[in-house]
């Protein structure tokens, strides 16, 4: 394969290598240039094409991944069609995917232009749900490559078990004065676990927590012709000659295994009564989280083995957690957000100066290491947890827009720009959000701050304190501030081009000092000479 960009001319049979907006379409990234196409290039004024030319050894990003996916399938695993370098593996049916790591794991291992991505073995899937991904990095692979991940693949790294049907009794043991809704739960969930994996829960039946009673209830569910017994006790055993697993034993049955390595689930405890299993559910199956239960239900279900030295070996990985789930003295963690609860905080850009000291040349469309530093304040606002970003723009207003492209930021254009900053600090300020609590107010010529620089300042600010946040080190103030809602009024009454300095004077007992120790809140550039000296560190 040769890579490149070549001259309109010499096209035809290329696959591009990125996406071309035109006019009236779109040409997607992949596709194999026509002299068709040709005309409606030229008339977009698109006069040379980044893509690839393929050898005759060579397959096109589709076809590999199709090829790779191809091999990799086994029982009740297929593939969907090839687009933009991906295939897809997918299970026909309900079951549990078996996984060859040391296959996946070797054709990792051949080159990094051929990646193959799957679920964790043995999870439990639905009809039509993705197992496995292949996705093909360039625009193009030998044919060599491809046959080697075949004869790594051998008869398929990827299979599927159909979970086999099972007639399931329930038994809840009660005892005097227990709450209904325990047994409430425990028919609900089992009954939602059995028919997730196609099985049927046919008899649900309640009696004493007293071995005889349990004894009688399993002898009925066998001659009920029930494959499958699940027992929630009125109380969790805590010895293999406990009440439930002593009435197992009573109805001919035999304790295979107590506890599991799992958790939550780890007082499960797995019997048999002839070629029946007898399961004793743990606690946490009355609820609908995720537990050891399942991972036992699902590898029964699906034919394999299951015995002591099966649990045994669910210790790696069996420590199971959701986002919803937390132990005693860990509270669970919030999905990410923005910003703090409580603490909507604005950014203001401001972007409007001439910056008549840097000889002629707008300063904050130059360049600091490959990125106008307009673009860099933007996208430090855009990093952090601000919840919205406006930028400020007088000066060359259609450059600095043109500049900030993209990006995910409101304007407001002052229109008296040359009377100083002031202006625009209140031309941003009557354009934000109504219900931000705060706004971090930042210089578009201090191309060195970031976002973690203006999170510290949020994370700083309290808003029932509602006190002024500034960056300081060794003693001296920086930039940017976070100014509360409170001071929104006097900010909007400032004037000339020293921005609310006098606000800092007249509230320095209002002030919440954060301590940084490096100078990006202090680096600014105003003339040519700052900005070579920046570039040069």
């Not at 069996?318 to 604005?346: N, T, Y």
């Not at 040349?361 to 933007?378: E, F, I, S, T």
Request: glycine share 10%.
């Amino acid at each position: 394969m040769i890579f490149g960009e070549f001259p309109l001319a010499e096209c035809e049979g290329l696959l591009l290598a990125h996406s071309l907006r035109l006019p009236d379409r779109i040409m997607k990234k992949g596709r194999r240039l026509t002299s068709a196409d040709f005309q409606a290039l030229e008339a977009a004024g698109i006069r040379r094409v980044t893509g690839a030319r393929l050898d005759a050894d060579d397959l096109d990003e589709n076809a590999a991944a199709g090829a790779v996916a191809a091999v990799l399938g086994g029982t009740g695993i297929a593939a969907r069609a090839p687009h933009a370098g991906r295939c897809n593996l997918y299970a026909t049916e309900r079951g549990l995917a078996t996984i060859d790591a040391d296959i996946i794991n070797r054709i990792n291992r051949l080159d990094e232009s051929v990646t193959v991505a799957t679920l964790p073995p043995h999870s439990a899937v639905r009809g039509g749900a993705v197992v496995a991904t292949v996705k093909i990095i360039p625009l193009a692979v030998s044919r060599s490559l491809v046959a080697s991940c075949a004869g790594q693949a051998g008869q398929g790294a990827l299979g599927l078990l159909p979970f086999r049907p099972q007639r399931a009794a329930l038994i809840v043991t009660e005892q005097p004065n227990d709450p209904p809704r325990n047994t409430i739960a425990a028919v609900n969930s089992s009954r939602r676990r059995l028919e997730d994996l196609g099985s049927h829960l046919g008899l649900v039946q309640r009696c004493a927590h007293r071995t005889d009673a349990v004894a009688a209830a399993v002898q009925e569910a066998l001659a009920a012709g029930c494959s499958l017994i699940l027992i929630a006790g009125a109380t969790v055993p805590k010895d293999r000659t406990d009440t439930v697993p002593a009435g197992i034993v009573a109805a001919g049955g035999e304790i295979t295994h107590f506890g599991m390595p799992v958790e939550p689930g780890n007082m499960l405890l797995l019997a048999r009564v002839g070629a029946v299993p007898v399961i004793i559910l743990p606690g946490c199956a009355r609820s609908r989280r995720s537990n050891g239960l399942d991972w036992v239900l699902q590898r029964m279900l699906a034919g394999l083995p299951m015995g002591a030295e099966q649990i045994m070996a669910m210790g790696v990985g069996g420590l199971i957690r959701s986002p919803l789930e937390a132990d005693e003295d860990e509270k669970p963690q919030p999905e990410p957000v923005r910003a703090p609860v409580g603490r909507r905080v604005a950014a203001l850009v401001l972007a409007a100066g001439s910056g008549q000291r840097m000889g002629g040349a707008n300063k904050l469309l130059q360049a600091v290491g490959g990125v106008p530093m307009v673009r860099r304040a933007a996208n430090a606002a855009l990093a952090s947890r601000c919840t919205s970003v406006t930028v400020v723009t007088g000066f060359a207003a259609e450059k600095v827009q043109a500049c900030l492209a993209g990006l995910d930021v409101d304007f407001a254009h002052n229109a008296g720009h040359a009377t100083g900053m002031a202006s625009s600090l209140r031309c941003g300020l009557a354009s934000l959000p109504a219900d931000v609590d705060a706004v971090v107010v930042l210089l578009a010529d201090m191309p060195c701050i970031q976002g973690g620089h203006i999170d510290r300042l949020i994370a700083a600010f309290d808003p029932q304190q509602a006190k002024i946040v500034v960056p300081m080190k060794n003693g001296r103030r920086g930039n940017p501030i976070l100014w509360p809602r409170s001071y929104f009024a006097e900010m909007q009454a400032v004037e000339g081009d020293v921005g609310a300095r006098e606000l800092l004077r007249r509230h320095a007992d209002k002030i919440e000092a954060v301590a940084f120790d490096d100078d990006a809140i202090f680096a600014d550039v105003d003339t040519p000479a700052a900005l070579e000296e920046l570039a040069g560190r």
